[in-house]
C-alpha cells in the first residue's frame, strides 16, 4: 500500500497481450489498481474484456514507443509489451526492434519519474542458439545479429542493458526475467508457435508440421507457474536477470506426438523445412529462481496441457480465425 494508504499502482506494457492480461488478472486479485497500456498489434481486446467494468482496471490504446503519459503514483512498471512469436516479429521486424529499444526507453523514463520498479519482460532467446546446455544465467549467449530472429533477440538484449544502466546510472530498481516457452490460454491459435499450430492442427484434423527433422527441443512452462515467477521477482530485491521456465526438455517431434495423443486426433505429422537460426535445444537452468524466489514450476507438461487443450478446443470450434 502507498503511505497515504491507496492502492498500489502498476502500470503493464503489454497488457492485452496472452501473459501481460494473465499479469493483470493476477496483480488484481493481489489488490493492484492496474492500468494495461497496449496497442493492440499483436494482443486483443478480448483478453481483458472480462476486467472493463472493474473500478481497479484501466485501459490504455498507446504505442509504447512513443512518449508514455501516466498520471499520478505508480509503485511498479511491468514492460510486456513486444511481438513475441517468430511470425509477429518476422512481420514486424522494425516495429520489434523499436518496442525493445524505443519502447523500454519511455518506460524506464516513466519508472524513473515515477521512482516505481521496473520489470523486464525478456527471453530466453537472448542466449539465441546456446553453446551451453542447460542455459545458465552467466551464460551471455550465441546470437545472429543479423539473422531474421535478431530483430527480436537483439532488441531484448539491448533492453536488459538499458535496464541495468538504469539500474547502475540512476538507481533505478530495476528487475529482469528471461522467459521461456509460456502456453495457456489466450494465445492466438494463429499466432505460428509451436504449441498453437499443433492444437490447431491436431483438433482440426490437419497434419503437424514440424520444422527439420523435430529433433530441436524446448521447454515449455504453463502460465501459472510463469505468473507466480513473475510476481515473486516483482516483490524481491533482486536485480540480476532471473530465469523463470520449466526445465523439462522436449523435443519438437516428441511434442508434436504428445500433442495428437492428447488431443485423440489421427493427424499425421509431416516435417517442413527448418527456420533459419532456429535454436537447436532450449531449457532454463532454475537454480537462481529456486534461490532467490523459492520457486519452481507446479505443473508438469502434461497437467499444463491437459488444462489448456479446452481453452483451444473452444477456439477451434469458434472458427473465429480460419483453420489451414
Ligand atoms: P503477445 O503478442 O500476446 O503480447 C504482446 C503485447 O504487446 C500485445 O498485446 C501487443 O499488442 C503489445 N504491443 C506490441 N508492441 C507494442 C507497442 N509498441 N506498444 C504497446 N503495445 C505493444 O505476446 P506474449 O507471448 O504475451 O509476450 C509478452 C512479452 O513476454 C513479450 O515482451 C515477449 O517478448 C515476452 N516473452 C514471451 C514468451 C512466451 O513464451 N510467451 C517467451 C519469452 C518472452
Ligand atoms: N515449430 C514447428 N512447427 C510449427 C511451429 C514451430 O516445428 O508449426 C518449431 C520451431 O521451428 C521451433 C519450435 O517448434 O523449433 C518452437 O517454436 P516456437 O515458434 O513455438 O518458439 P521459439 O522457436 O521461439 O522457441
Redesign the pocket.
Known sequence: MKTNGTKKRILI?????????HLCDRYLQEGYEVIC????????AD?IAHLIGNEDFHFIN????NYIHVGGELDLIL???????PI?YLE?PI??L??GSL?THKALGLAKAKNARFLL?????VYGDPLVHPQKEEYWGNVNPIGFRGV?DEA?RFAEAMAMAYHRYHGLETRIV??????GA???IH?G?ALPTFMRQALSGNPLTVYGDGSQTRSF?YVDD?VEGIWRLSQSDYTEPVNIGNPQEVSILDFAKEIIELTGSDSEIVFEELPKDDPQVRQPDITRAQKVLDWEPKHDRKEGLKKTLSYFKEKVKQGSESTS
Do not use: C, W
Open positions: 506494457t503489454g497488457g492485452a497481450g496472452f501473459l501481460g492480461s497500456m497496449d496497442n493492440l498489434s499483436t494482443g486483443s483478453n498507446h504505442d509504447v514507443t514492460h510486456f509489451a513486444s511481438p513475441a512469436s509477429d514486424m516495429q520489434t523499436k518496442v519502447g519482460a525478456s527471453t530466453s532467446e527480436y531484448k528471461r522467459i521461456f516457452n509460456t502456453y489466450r494465445m492466438r499466432d508457435r512452462t510463469l
